[in-house]
């Protein structure tokens, strides 16, 4: 089975940097997602990280460490536009299925 | 290009009534996947297939039938609607594979009084 941890919610100003982070139990590992939310619509795809280290993609980096079980999504130059559910998801090597966390939601202040 | 196509969008039901979400990929996507969001719970898988013919239990799927007799298309049922499954709905599909990112459709609010 999978257990995914995520913080609830946290505030940043407009151009900040914020990391959300996300600790992950699983029995067999097979990647890394994370997904934005915003408020009454679908998730859409952030990035994907599979293997060790950082995947950087324009203001969204993502981070691994498979060994400790842990990621992180860093947002740079926050917008007001970023304001939405980050959700953290990991693929179990067993049988294919995507395991969500609860999410974090970030509010962008002026 | 539609992508994931879910309906409907607003569903009230009653208490014992049946009914069913619909759900139809047109991106030849063997797996494909419903979950349920509610608030303070995240998204939790309910039923998921990997191809026409093959369906498998999520981690709640009480409740809730599904089948896969295409590739396109894949149903959830509820068979006699409790205010329990009150939540939104959310179909996913995406290619098999580790690395393949899923593609949602835009959600089911359901509310069973």
């Known amino acids: 089975g999978q257990n995914i941890d995520q913080p609830t919610e946290m505030t940043a100003t407009e151009g900040a940097i914020v990391q959300i982070n996300c600790t992950y139990q699983?029995?067999?590992?097979?990647?890394l997602f994370w997904y934005q939310q915003h408020a009454g619509e679908a998730p859409t795809f952030l990035s994907y990280n599979v293997l060790d280290g950082l995947e950087e993609k324009g203001r969204f980096s993502s981070f691994l460490s498979r060994s400790k079980g842990y990621s992180y999504l860093l947002l740079k130059e926050l917008q007001m536009k970023d304001s939405a559910s980050y959700l953290c998801a990991v693929r179990d090597k067993g049988n294919n299925r995507l395991a969500f966390g609860k999410g974090n939601q970030v509010v962008v202040i002026p | 290009n539609a992508g994931v196509t879910q309906t409907p969008k607003f569903q009230v039901l009653k208490t014992g009534q049946s009914m069913t979400l619909q759900c139809a990929q047109d991106m030849n996507h063997e797996y494909m996947s419903w979950y349920r969001q509610d608030p303070g719970m995240g998204l939790r898988l309910i039923h998921y297939?990997?191809?026409?013919?093959?369906?498998d239990q999520g981690e709640v799927p009480n409740g809730y039938n599904v089948s896969r007799s295409t590739t396109e298309d894949f149903p959830l049922r509820l068979l006699s609607a409790a205010p329990s499954q009150t939540s939104v709905y959310f179909c996913?599909?995406?290619?098999?594979?580790?690395?393949?990112?899923?593609?949602f459709g835009s959600g089911t609010q359901l509310s069973v009084l």
């Open positions: 699983t029995s067999g590992f097979n990647g």
């Open positions: 297939s990997v191809g026409a013919g093959i369906t």
């Open positions: 996913a599909s995406s290619r098999q594979g580790g690395g393949e990112k899923l593609f």
